[in-house]
């Protein structure tokens, strides 16, 4: 099982998308641009809302835009923002309840920290380490240097489009078949 889940991924995806894109952006185009329920995005934007890593803009123009420069958001931030403040490792202390004690372990089976949860949390704490040394920045830099120019103006065209779509009063409906529309 994953420490992190499918939203952390979404949403960080969706903050890349964020940074190469100056103006708000809506969560269902968001959704839409990654293939993924609107509803699922609308319900995790305002958690980087409230941890101050996005600011919503209101109106038939509004959506999300980040909060501050994206070097000055970690993954962590956005992380901890997602999944809350999880521990990497929960100490059952089963060490003290070895067949050889019977009921009462002896002290020095309990003294201390339990040397697997002290390498649990050296481990936690260098993935911490790392993923706060990481910016969203650095990351929209790797992703720009690895897609060719062009995607990133079909990208910026196709936010364009639909803001304009927005901006215009037309709602973006799905498409339902004949037979509906003439009932």
């Not at 962590?76 to 809350?84: F, I, P, T």
Request: net charge positive; proline share 6%.
């Amino acid at each position: 099982m994953a420490l992190y889940g499918a939203s952390t991924e979404y949403v960080l995806h969706s903050l890349l998308w964020l940074v190469a894109h100056p103006g708000p952006v809506s969560s269902l185009d968001l959704a839409d641009m990654q293939g993924i329920p609107a509803a699922f995005m609308a319900k995790l934007l305002p958690r980087l809302e409230k941890a101050g890593i996005l600011v919503a803009v209101e109106g038939l123009r509004g959506g999300y835009q980040l909060a501050c420069p994206a070097e000055q958001v970690s993954v962590l931030d956005v992380v901890d923002a997602v999944e809350g403040r999880k521990t990497l490792f929960n100490c059952q202390q089963i060490r003290g309840r070895c067949a050889l004690f019977g009921s009462t372990p002896p002290g020095w089976a309990e003294r201390g920290v339990c040397s697997i949860h002290a390498a649990m949390l050296r481990a936690e704490q260098t993935m911490r380490a790392e993923l706060a040394q990481t910016s969203l920045a650095d990351l929209a830099q790797t992703v720009r240097t690895k897609a060719p120019p062009p995607f990133w103006s079909e990208a910026q065209a196709w936010f364009d489009a639909r803001a304009r779509t927005r901006k215009t009063g037309k709602v973006r409906q799905k498409k339902r078949p004949v037979e509906d529309k003439l009932a």
